[in-house]
């Protein structure tokens, strides 16, 4: 394993160089006119695996291409890495201090579109196993590398990918490097993540908007009306007001409540970060533990009646909002999905009609924090980096995840090594030196910790 | 009195080649391309004035002129009647069966803009006059027409007309054609008009959209905070539920209700009307009583988060509604201004901020239906229309309708001539010319009536 880490530490500068190279594809997956870039791309990374001694291939899907690239296979036990070479388009252009696709250095800091989601990542996982096969150190465990080209346009094509070849994917766990990491000093493992249900629920009341003189004051207001009911689904502690919704919430342990006390943040410095004046969250959480652990109701949209200047004196003909529920361990979006139904149902008031257009829904995720699983990792992070890891729920839904989970039966272990400030999906992206490095030891040490498991 | 009737009757084929001669001018004030059209038609108008006998001017104002025409002063009582002859923009055109502005007769409708509203009701009061002075017979007061080109632009340049001429206005009270009846067995006097006021709200949470993943469960949702205050504002029972608001309500009297249920329409009908499930108003009063004398809240529009197609997960940063009270007698708009922001003050929660923008404010009209100056109205359209006229209420405000009284301190007698189907500011307008020759007889009938004032 000293050889391994050694040569992790040598190569810095080519590792570096690789990562420039790698950047400078403007592979973004959402836009028509970069299909040729990310086929280059998907070419570049291919070759890459060959060059560091694994056996790769670019598939294709209906959508963009998956790299798969393996370890030999040795009858030892199987792991996926999955990363993805995708990456979100760069605008606004004029906000960036030099352009996204040149990577520039400016301390340990690399920016560039795409350096720390995903590529900075699943490339420090690359550079692990490279070490392993070019010190001919024996590697414990059979890889495979799953680096797709979709994550970015919501993976549309990756769950028939896990079909069409659930057998060659079979695995004993999935590792991805593709969510955060609190500091340089709280390395973080993340075991849980929120699933979602999203609706959307038109109010019609008279069959035009009405002159709100004329009319007003003898039939129901739809937009009123959608406020009463709106009202009504959350209640002043902050809980969802929809009997039967926390029915299946699972319980944060001691354990859960003492990882998420560890998060180095105070709630002055969020409420900053945020620009509210007030925090609010449900009553007897941390706001760690609201953002992550507990489910919530949000209104994403509102529409009604007359939005421009100045004002239309009319009662509108409908209203209109977009509701998104947060989902955690052990909530089912179509259980809910009915609770919050038969809710709605009885709130409508009979002066206007109903419409719910249900959308979509993700199963919240969620592995014990505590199982050899993540002690495995947790072990392997505080080797890499050198300080005590955390265990932490993030409060986001990440689809992948719970196809992994679906198809293949296999965990997924996030150990994310982008920073808060690495502005993912802003302009300015960028990815620390410091944990590209660890994040590579962190992929070197992690092999023989799986291993052990059996 | 027999002669002036005589005439009205016998000259009806040319009185409507003279309306539809008026109409043939598209005089659409809120168009730029149409000011020649609003020149040439007051220029028209004052000439017919003079024809009949008028001393007539086009007085220039800072927007479209005033067409102001008197008859001869003889110390009798002075009395103005009010009209308009700027007419709504006729768009959309593909709508109207026959070109606007080429008057059609189909049986005894009139179809073309402007029709009803304003120059056939108008015009009718013209004739009364040409009446008189073609027939030699007395004319019992002394009349002023101000006949101006702003109304359907809201009469921007009215009131300071009225203050700059206010000797030469003095008057004992206002005759305005410009309203409706319910039916030509129904001939209508409107005694009172809601006031207004509006205003708009706007809270502000998170410095910008949050991800409703991350951040979701920790801060405020302005749109939903936005949906508690606004759900507060009405109760159960459709009443306005703000501390105060109803103190200077007037009661509605035995003889307004029992008016109020003589209008010949049935709740199955008018709910049908709306195209509403069911009707709903503040619980005690009838629908005609809810729209016209009972006082309302209404939103009128709301603004917030995303609005496309599908969902965005998002906290919204801000949330907008615009919201207008109908105000009835004796309710004052800076005084129920004041009560409603404090209720706001009262609702916001300390995790938003809110900034409320004070609109436009009108103060409700009333006359009593029971004055003599009622009763002289009520006894002319009984003589002119055969039938049992009613006092009604209306729902909707009419600035000028306040302008006159605040200007002039006089009472204004609205004497619509609209019948429900006329469509008014809509394709297709039309008028009646039973209501245009009925109209032209209460005109005729009416100042004999006033002058018995004294």
Excluded at 295 to 304: A, K, Y
Excluded at 338 to 365: D, Q, S
Excluded at 409 to 437: I, W
Aim: hydrophobic share 40%.
């Amino acid at each position: 394993m000293n050889a391994v880490l050694q040569y992790i530490e040598d190569n810095q500068k080519r590792f570096v160089d690789e990562l420039c190279q790698y950047l400078r594809f403007p592979s973004v997956s959402a836009q028509p006119e970069h299909r040729a870039d990310m086929a280059a791309c998907a070419e570049w990374l291919a070759n890459h695996c060959r060059q560091i001694g694994l056996e790769a291939e670019v598939r294709p899907t209906a959508g963009h291409p998956v790299v798969v690239a393996r370890t030999r296979r040795t009858g030892k036990p199987p792991y996926l890495v999955y990363g993805h070479y995708d990456v979100q388009p760069a605008e606004p252009f004029e906000l960036w201090k030099s352009p996204p696709f040149e990577p520039r250095l400016e301390g340990r800091s690399l920016f560039a579109r795409g350096a720390c989601d995903n590529k900075g990542q699943n490339l420090a996982h690359l550079i692990a196993v490279e070490a392993y096969l070019k010190t001919n150190t024996e590697l414990p465990c059979d890889l495979t590398f799953i680096i797709e080209g979709e994550e970015e346009v919501g993976s549309k094509n990756l769950e028939e990918f896990l079909q069409a070849n659930r057998k060659e994917l079979a695995c004993r766990a999935v590792v991805i490097s593709d969510t955060g990491m609190p500091s340089l000093k709280h390395p973080a493992l993340t075991y849980a993540l929120r699933g979602i249900f999203a609706c959307e629920i038109l109010l019609r009341g008279p069959s035009r908007d009405l002159h709100s003189g004329i009319f007003g004051g003898t039939v129901d207001n739809p937009a009123m009306a959608l406020c009463q009911m709106l009202a009504q689904l959350r209640d002043k502690n902050g809980r969802v007001n929809i009997p039967g919704f926390y029915d299946s919430v699972a319980k944060l342990s001691a354990y859960e409540r003492q990882q998420a006390a560890r998060i180095p943040m105070t709630e002055a410095q969020y409420r900053k970060f945020l620009g509210v004046p007030k925090l609010f969250g449900e009553r007897g959480y941390t706001f760690v533990e609201q953002r992550s652990a507990r489910p919530t109701i949000e209104i994403n949209g509102l529409t009604s009646g007359y939005q421009g200047e100045g004002s239309k004196t009319i009662v509108p003909s409908w209203a209109r909002a977009k509701l998104t529920f947060r989902l955690v361990a052990d909530q089912e979006p179509d259980r809910i999905q009915k609770l919050i139904m038969k809710r709605l149902k009885e709130l409508c008031p009979p002066t206007v009609k109903m419409e719910v257009t249900a959308g979509h829904g993700a199963e919240p995720y969620m592995m014990s924090p505590t199982s050899p699983l993540a002690q495995a990792a947790l072990r392997t992070l505080k080797e890499a980096f050198g300080h005590e890891p955390i265990s932490m729920r993030e409060g986001g839904s990440i689809p992948i995840v719970t196809q992994f989970k679906k198809v293949l039966g296999a965990e997924c272990v996030l150990l994310g090594l982008a920073l808060p400030d690495d502005n993912a999906h802003s302009p300015n992206e960028k990815f620390s030196l410091d944990c590209f490095e660890k994040g590579s030891r962190m992929g070197a040490l992690l092999w023989p910790e799986l291993a052990k498991l059996g």
